[in-house]
């Protein structure tokens, strides 16, 4: 079943339109990448399917209803998550308080013992955040205070989760383990929208993604397909074309050489793509 459903999108910010009719799609257990530059909307968009921004044309659909008209907290509910671009954690709270309240809307039926659980299951994924959960949030490091957001958001035992930049300002080290975990979460049948700046680590790890300039899709496909494609290779990933085409970049970096980088800067991710694969 389709996750996400999105067709003929349009909205903005006052007179200003700025998604111009999109239409794209999440299943479960799928990574969708969201890539564009500065600017083109991939905030935006993470904000209609989250219920921040209303919609003035289009269909949002989340398994199969429409929720188009829900509010974000109704949306919440339903099962989705988002991680906002620049974290937005609590700095004085500590991390615990910023963990339970991802589980805010679910207190009720969780129960102090349930919403425990929840964290102590979450926190399996994020050892740097067991050891702290008593310290202030704001005093985690940042790729820390990224993984807090995104433990915060699974709080929620979402289906779809909406990471807007997660990698954003974090060293490369860093990245890699988002990236990472990333993959771990699709494994688990999570839907994940990702929209990245880093175009390259997300198109590595995409099952599909889409390429959005001034508000509209431009293109889309397989993750590596677009990694392969020249004009993406050009625009959005930092390599030159050069005479003898895109495979041997102007850096003198084959195309080739770049995909199994991020292959070995990937590792366990590599393999999880491969393995899913096998099951295909
Ligand atoms: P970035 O990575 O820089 O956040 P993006 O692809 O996520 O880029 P958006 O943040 O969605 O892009 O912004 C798309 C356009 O909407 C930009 O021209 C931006 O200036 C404009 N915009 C964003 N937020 C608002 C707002 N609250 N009011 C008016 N215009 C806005």
Redesign the pocket.
Known sequence: MKMLEISGIETG??E?M?LRGIDLTVEAGEIVALI?A???????LAKVISGLLPVQRGRILFRGEDIGRLSARHRVRLGIAQVP?GRQIIAGLTVRENLRLGAYTQRQALGDQGVATRLSQVCRQFPALLERLDGMAGNLSGGQQQMLAIARALMLAPRLLVLD?PSLGLSPMLVSEIFHLIVRLRSEGLAILL?E?NAKMSLAIADRAYVIESGRVVLQGRGRDLLDNPEVCERYLGVGKSSQGIREASSGESHAALVRGLASILGTAAKARSADETHR
């Open positions: 910010y006052g200003a700025i564009g500065n600017g083109s909307g991939k905030t935006t671009e930049e929209s700046q």
